[in-house]
Structure formats: structure tokens, C-alpha cells
């Protein structure tokens, strides 16, 4: 079993950036990829971004490719998300999700923190 919190969203000026970080109960957090996740208003949620168990795999949204990167520090069992040059279509509740393999599913993932809200203002 994992648990997830997320934290470090906030209100951010557009070009602006931010750091996400994911809290992960457990002994054994390096076996579980995860992934982040966002979902605006009346929109249904969208894969952001994921990593592999040992962080040697990674995946992006084309929309986020070169401004966001995933990373992890297994003995910290967290996972963060840097966040770059801000758009205002980033405002969503970002997720963070575990699961065995690496995804860009989110039915592929067992585990969900709360979401943390990150807003983009211009």
C-alpha cells in the first residue's frame, strides 16, 4: 500500500515557475513507478508526466515537454514535479499517482494523493 500527498502548489505569475513535490508512505517506494497528473474545471484529467521506479525512464505531455521534468529521490520517498515557464492553461489540481509500470494511463495507476492547486495568472 502507498499513500500520497502532494504539496508546493500555489498562485503564479505566467513564465513563472514552481516546484511539486510528492510524499510517499512505505518501504519499498522505488518499486512503484509514478506519474502526475492535472485536472481543470468541467475538463477530465490529463497525464502530465511519469517516471520509472529507479528514474531511469520518463515520460511527457507533448503540452509540457521542455518546461516540466519529473524527478524522484528514492531515499526521501519523494517524487517532484519542476515547473516552468507557467501558462495560464496549466491551472489545474495536479495529482500525483503510483502504480507497477510506468504509464501515461491514469486507469494504469493504483495509488492518488489529494491534489495540489496550481494557478496560473496573466
Known amino acids: 500500500q502507498v499513500q500520497l500527498v502532494e504539496s508546493g502548489g500555489g498562485l503564479v505569475q505566467a513564465g513563472g515557475s514552481l516546484r511539486l513535490s510528492c510524499a510517499a508512505s512505505g518501504r519499498t517506494f522505488s518499486s512503484y513507478a509514478s506519474a502526475w497528473f492535472r485536472q481543470a474545471p468541467r475538463k477530465e484529467r490529463e497525464f502530465v508526466a511519469a517516471?520509472?521506479?529507479?528514474?531511469?525512464?520518463?515520460m511527457y505531455a507533448d503540452s509540457v515537454k521542455g518546461r516540466f521534468t519529473i524527478s524522484r529521490d528514492n531515499a526521501k520517498n519523494t517524487v517532484y514535479l519542476q515547473i516552468n515557464s507557467l501558462r495560464p492553461e496549466d491551472t489545474a489540481v495536479y495529482y500525483c499517482?503510483?502504480?507497477?509500470?510506468?504509464?501515461?494511463?491514469?486507469?494504469?495507476?493504483?495509488?492518488w494523493g489529494q491534489g495540489t492547486q496550481v494557478t496560473v495568472s496573466s
Open positions: 499517482a503510483a502504480a507497477n509500470r510506468i504509464s501515461s494511463y491514469a486507469r494504469s495507476y493504483d495509488y
Open positions: 517516471i520509472s521506479g529507479r528514474g531511469g525512464s520518463t
